[in-house]
């Protein structure tokens, strides 16, 4: 069974400025995919970057990177140049070959002008 | 990517009736759908797995009689709240995933049972 933790219900950062959300999880799995979601209050979920296991690079988008610890099991989103429209709620999720997911709690962003 | 739409997007009943949600997936061919629930400001809770032609696979937990799954189609799964109560009430999200490495969600359905 895989579970996922973000230890952060509530984080906030000023615009323009770098925030890190938090993530760590465990899984059986020996193959499997991590993703960051952004989920805006129209609900709609929004995938942010995405990590494979197997590969030991940082996935990266634009403003967007992850920190990957695989043998921590931690898999941290790093947001740059934070943005009024990156407000919205992060979950980190964990993947299996299959597709089924597990995702965190949610982390609620709050970009102050 | 693929697009997934779902019908209804906000759906209010009367408690006792049953509800029907669909799940489309616009131009992918879905073998594999996923049925998730939402409570405001929570996390998604995988509800069940929706194989096109076989049964759903539920999670524990979930009253297999109570949420009804058919997926008889590669591009169309239905949810079946079946005689809802107002606990029931809550956001559903449906997603079809390529493999483990993409997943892509439906705009949610939002029931409300009175």
């Known amino acids: 069974a895989q579970t996922v933790t973000q230890s952060q219900p509530e984080m906030s950062v000023q615009e323009a400025e770098t925030v890190t959300l938090s993530c760590t999880y465990d899984t059986s799995e020996s193959d499997y995919y991590l993703f960051w979601y952004k989920q805006p209050p129209s609900r709609q979920m929004i995938l942010v970057i995405r990590q494979e296991a197997y590969k030991q690079q940082n996935a990266t988008e634009n403003r967007f990177s992850v920190n990957f610890q695989k043998a921590a099991k931690s898999f941290s989103l790093k947001i740059s140049d934070s943005q009024l429209g990156d407000a919205a709620m992060y979950f980190c999720a964990h993947n299996t070959n299959a597709g089924k997911s597990t995702f965190g709690d949610g982390t609620t962003l709050t970009v102050k002008p | 990517g693929a697009v997934v739409s779902q019908h209804p997007s906000w759906v209010i009943c009367k408690s006792g009736t049953s509800v029907k949600i669909e799940c489309r997936s616009l131009?992918?061919?879905?073998?594999?759908m996923f049925w998730y629930r939402q409570f405001p400001k929570q996390s998604l809770m995988l509800m069940a797995t929706s194989n096109e032609g076989s049964k759903a696979t539920y999670e524990q937990g979930v009253e297999k009689d109570k949420f009804l799954i058919n997926h008889a189609s590669l591009t169309l799964s239905t949810l079946t709240v079946t005689s809802a109560h107002p606990e029931d009430s809550s956001f559903y999200i449906c997603?079809?995933?390529?493999?483990?490495?993409?997943?892509?969600f439906g705009p949610g359905t939002r029931l409300t049972v009175l």
């Open positions: 131009d992918f061919q879905a073998t594999t």
């Open positions: 997603s079809l995933a390529s493999g483990g490495d993409t997943q892509y």
